[in-house]
């Protein structure tokens, strides 16, 4: 229950004890004293004042129940939902092991000023799944984000294809576990879900409204959205652009999956990965993936720690992978300033990779395979091989009469079929509540 409410309720009951008060010493003053006066005249002004507070508040309440309600902080959805721990409370937790092989917290982080609650992330959710939010009422951020073990919060498709059939030219990322990277988007140029959202609605090649403002003007035209944007948010004219981003936000912030086989191995369950899926992890970490991949939603680029997000892609240029699958045409992050002809990307999370192909940002390839192959040379400068010739590097130092024996130099097709089966392991359980009420169809 609302504290407000509780509050107003605690008022009554001052009220009700000061009348029985002044009852008892109404009663009390037909056997008259001196004292009693006393008695009767404290009485009789607690309740008063007591009444007059109620009255004063009803009123207040009844003339601005916006802000008045916006005083009292929605304490209990704060207690539902806690926020995930950070890097630093991950890596002192005692007895869990290194850093480097974490679970995913089982709820995600919120800002401050946009503290999640149950009616929030039951509008969010409509709004996510509502078409009428595009120009032509045709799309829905579910339309190119579909939260289904088959998609795993993506399209399926190279590039998302927008309102008219317009192709776009990125790959549309998975929205599951996005609360956890620190910024957005392939070339992480929104700062937050709330900045995110706003973008597919404006972006002529995706839902096509004209503008923020217009986008305001249609919600605030369908009946239901009056009463449970009010339910969401304590505020006389709830329908703004920032209370949809906000409302969006929060409902994302439950799209994520911290329950992969992963996650139940490095907490504890040793049978929850097979004898395969063991070699590609120690794989993934001995070949180098986890440089970049990092913590425990598979990418530097999450609020986990403040790395750095972005990294040079392909970081050896000029491969026949780059050429084959044209990797530098957009070079993210990179491009406005063009100065450089290396693309800069920020470093996207592995969970799930296995429901999101095609991959890469321009949804290039459509093995996951060829995309872990594609990352080990192009990322690490590894060679691939599939053959058992013995490709130790060894050098004679003349000067320490020693060798200098590396192992291993190439990756071979089994070893990358091992690591494949590791990225496999990151297929978490889908949210449960992914379909709104009375939604029973993506279409
Ligand atoms: C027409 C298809 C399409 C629609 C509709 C769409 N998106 Fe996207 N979404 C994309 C593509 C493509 C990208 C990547 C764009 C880029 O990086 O430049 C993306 C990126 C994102 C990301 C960033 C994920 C990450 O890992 O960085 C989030 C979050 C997201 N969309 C949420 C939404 C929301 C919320 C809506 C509805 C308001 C929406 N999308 C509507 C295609 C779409
Ligand atoms: C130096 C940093 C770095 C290293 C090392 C690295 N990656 Fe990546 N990885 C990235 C970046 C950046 C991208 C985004 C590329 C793009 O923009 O298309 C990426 C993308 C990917 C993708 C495609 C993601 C998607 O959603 O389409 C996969 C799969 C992947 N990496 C796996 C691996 C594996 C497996 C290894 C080890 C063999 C590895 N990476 C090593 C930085 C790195």
Redesign the pocket.
């Known amino acids: 229950m609302n504290t407000g409410i509780i509050e107003l309720l605690a008022f009554g009951m001052i009220a009700i004890i000061a009348g029985v008060f002044l009852l008892v010493s109404m009663i009390r003053e037909l056997t008259s004293t001196e004292r009693h006066k006393w008695f009767l005249g404290i009485g009789l002004s607690t309740g008063i004042i007591a009444f007059s507070l109620k009255i004063g508040l009803i009123i207040v309440f009844s003339m601005f129940p916006g802000p008045m309600l916006a005083l009292f902080p929605e304490r209990e959805y704060e207690q539902v939902l806690i926020p995930g721990p950070s890097e630093r409370e991950l890596r002192s937790a005692p007895g869990k092991g290194s850093y480097t092989w974490k679970a995913l917290p089982e709820s995600a982080p919120f800002p401050r000023d946009n503290l999640p609650s149950l009616e929030k992330i039951a509008l969010g959710k409509r ?2 799944f509502d078409k009428r ?2 120009a032509d009422d045709s ?7 579909e939260i289904s073990v088959e998609k795993g919060g993506s ?1 399926g498709l190279p ?5 008219n059939g317009q192709h ?1 030219n ?6 599951l ?2 609360a956890f ?1 620190q ?8 700062a937050s ?1 709330e900045d ?6 404006v ?1 002529p ?3 096509g409204m004209p503008s923020l403002e217009s986008v305001v003007e249609k919600v605030r035209k369908i009946p239901e959205y009056k009463e449970i944007f009010s339910q969401a948010f304590a505020m006389e004219r709830p329908i703004t652009i920032d209370n949809i981003a906000k409302a ?2 929060t409902y ?1 912030r439950t799209l994520i999956t911290p329950d992969s086989p992963y996650d139940r191995f490095v907490r504890g369950d040793s049978s929850a990965l097979s004898e395969k899926q063991i070699r590609g992890m120690a794989l993934f970490e001995s070949t180098g993936c986890i440089q970049c991949h990092s913590g425990p939603n598979f990418s530097g680029a999450s609020v986990f720690g403040d790395n750095t997000p972005y990294r040079i892609f392909p970081a050896v240029p000029h491969t026949e992978f780059e050429i084959q699958h044209h990797l530098s045409e957009d070079l993210g992050a990179a491009y406005p300033t063009k100065d450089s002809d290396r693309g800069i990307w ?1 470093i ?2 592995l969970r799930n990779i296995n429901r999101t192909s095609p991959y890469f ?1 321009n949804g290039s390839v459509e093995s996951l395979k060829e995309a872990v192959r594609i990352m080990a040379r192009v990322q690490l400068n590894k060679k691939l091989s599939n053959s058992n010739v013995d490709d130790k590097s060894i050098q004679w130092s003349e000067t320490d009469s020693q060798f200098s024996v590396s192992e291993h130099q190439a990756l071979s097709d089994t070893e990358v079929d091992e690591i494949v089966a590791f990225l496999q392991s990151l297929d978490g359980e889908l949210p449960t509540h992914f379909l709104p009420k009375g939604v029973t169809s993506f279409q």
């Open positions: 709004l996510f939010l595009s799309l829905s951020c579910a339309s190119c984000h399209d590039a998302s294809i927008g309102i776009g990125r790959n549309a990322p998975t929205v576990n996005a990277q910024v957005l988007f392939w070339d992480g140029r929104a879900l995110q959202a706003k973008g597919p609605l972006n090649i995706e839902m969006i936000a994302e920020r996207p999370s940002h």
